[in-house]
């Protein structure tokens, strides 16, 4: 049965009063409704209705100071603290490009936003969380000791909506690319022409958009020159030694509204449960490893040589999290970070389907 159907707010309400200690996500899961559902059914309890108007949103963010800001997908979790600093607005495309945080935001993709406080005794959390048109996260914005609480109410207000409704209107979740058809041996020599003569790592969209590609058919078709299938336990392997030898690496986590990228070097790595943890003071990463399908290390031709990515895709194909040696345009890649991307466990003789 479909709870969508039968479960009201007031419902929603009282099953979260009674599971405060479960994740929303989680919580929105286990009820068969999504994320965007549960909170707004708390709109007038804690929870303000706000435009997702992403231009206005991101120039007024800056004067809010230091937050942390979260970018997750089912299997990833990034959490940077910073300021949204060096803004660029666009219909489109908007970036946000400080030392900190740093985003490639597709605000066609937010549909609902939201002003959220929980109280837990004296103390009081404040997040701006924000949903696509199928209820899923795109990007959450967390408050915290050293923000600035007047910026943040003045942008509540700015923001704030006229429909305080608890109830949103869902839509069916969207896919990027249709079912992936069988390899044909034209087109994978179409990919490898097209491929090799890549010369920046933006190209790559265009490129699978072009020859109606999934990232994840492309690199399994385009032959092991190019790219080739890793062990399951790289990705942890990877974060391990990089830690200990205090190598910059670039990670990005995004979904379809937002991706978050960190770059620098990481510090703790921890394993908790199923869990891969990156656990340092101002940037945090929980990857669900047992959702890890197929581990890739791509190349990529680029002006300033080939640059090497480690890539990450889950049962349903779609890519989970990805890895590069921190590097600037216009720069060759980290010769460290090729070395430890290239002497990670391959599996041999595998398709990896």
Not at 21 to 40: D, F, K, N, P, T
Not at 71 to 87: L, M, Q
Not at 91 to 103: P, Q, R, Y
Request: one cysteine or more; hydrophobic letters at 35%.
């Amino acid at each position: 049965m479909d709870q969508r159907k039968r479960l009201s707010p007031q419902e929603i309400r009282r099953v979260r009063a009674d599971n405060r200690q479960i994740r929303e996500h989680e919580l929105a899961a286990r009820l068969g409704i999504s994320e965007a559902e549960l909170v707004a059914a708390h709109c007038s309890f804690g929870v303000v209705r706000i435009e997702p108007r992403v231009n206005d949103l991101l120039r007024g963010l800056e004067a809010v100071g230091q937050v942390m800001a979260l970018t997750r997908n089912e299997s990833a979790a990034h959490e940077k603290i910073g300021v949204y600093d060096k803004v660029v607005t666009g219909n489109k495309h908007a970036l946000v490009l400080g030392d900190d945080i740093d985003l490639r935001i597709f605000p066609e993709v937010w549909a609902h936003g939201f002003a959220v406080e929980k109280r837990n005794g004296n103390d009081i959390s404040r997040s701006l969380q924000f949903f696509d048109d199928a209820g899923k996260a795109t990007h959450k914005v967390q408050l915290g000791p050293a923000s600035d609480l007047g910026p943040y109410q003045k942008l509540v207000t700015e923001l704030k909506s006229s429909n305080q409704e608890p109830i949103v209107a869902i839509k069916p979740s969207k896919t990027e690319y249709d079912p992936e058809v069988p390899d044909q041996t034209a087109k994978t020599e179409e990919l490898r022409e097209c491929w090799s003569e890549l010369t920046d790592v933006h190209q790559f969209f265009n490129l699978l958009k072009a020859l109606k590609l999934s990232r994840r058919q492309a690199v399994r078709m385009v032959g092991e020159d190019y790219a080739w299938p890793l062990d399951k336990h790289s990705i942890g392997a990877m974060l391990q030694q990089a830690a200990e030898d205090e190598m910059p690496i670039m990670c990005f986590v995004g979904n379809r509204g937002c991706i978050q990228i960190h770059s620098g070097p990481i510090k703790s790595v921890k394993t908790i449960g199923l869990w891969t943890n990156v656990l340092d003071e101002t940037f945090q990463l929980h990857l669900a490893t047992h959702h890890l399908r197929e581990v890739w290390a791509v190349r990529k031709p680029t002006k300033d040589g080939h640059v090497t990515s480690l890539e990450a895709y889950g049962a349903d194909g779609k890519m989970i999290i990805q890895f590069f040696g921190k590097r600037h345009e216009g720069e060759g890649e980290r010769k460290d970070w090729r070395c430890l991307a290239e002497s990670l466990p391959r599996i041999r003789g595998s398709t990896a389907a």
